[in-house]
């Protein structure tokens, strides 16, 4: 599997919302710790991405200490990771991932086929509203 790079940059603004004021190494082991240790970014990726949320606005650096930068959300961050944003921007990583699958679905295993149709199905269900 790989990593959309809007995907690093969605999960720090996460990290920060949750968590407030955070350096890049303590975002790389947050990462770490919440993909169960699947991932952790690499200072190759996490620091233009970093780089790249101050020049939108979103982050901003608000401590140095010891030679580390200390990056949190802006008001403009704030908003754009607010609950109403995080779903729709999880929801378009959800669907691109799904077009990812459907261009190989016989590369999942019978097991995965099934949980899948699953969620799918109860997906379909919650979003016309039938529960």
């Known amino acids: 599997m790989h990593w959309r790079k809007g ?9 920060l919302y949750r968590k407030g004021p955070m350096t890049g190494a303590m975002i790389a082991r947050e990462v770490e710790r919440s993909t169960g240790g699947f991932w952790r970014p690499s200072p190759g990726s996490l620091y233009p991405a970093l780089a790249k949320l101050r020049a ?4 901003e650096v608000v401590k140095e200490e010891r030679g580390e930068k200390y990056y949190a959300l802006t008001e403009r961050g704030k908003e754009y990771v607010s609950p109403e944003r995080r779903a729709e921007v ?4 959800v ?3 799904l077009r990812e699958i459907l261009e190989d679905p ?6 995965v086929k099934e949980e899948l149709i699953s969620v799918l199905e109860e997906s379909l269900r919650a979003l016309r509203g039938k529960r």
């Open 90 to 93: 999880l929801a378009r990583e």
């Open 95 to 97: 669907m691109a991932d």
């Open 7 to 15: 995907r690093l940059a969605f999960l720090i603004l996460g990290l």
């Open 106 to 111: 016989d590369s999942l295993t019978g097991e």
């Open 56 to 59: 939108m606005g979103l982050i």
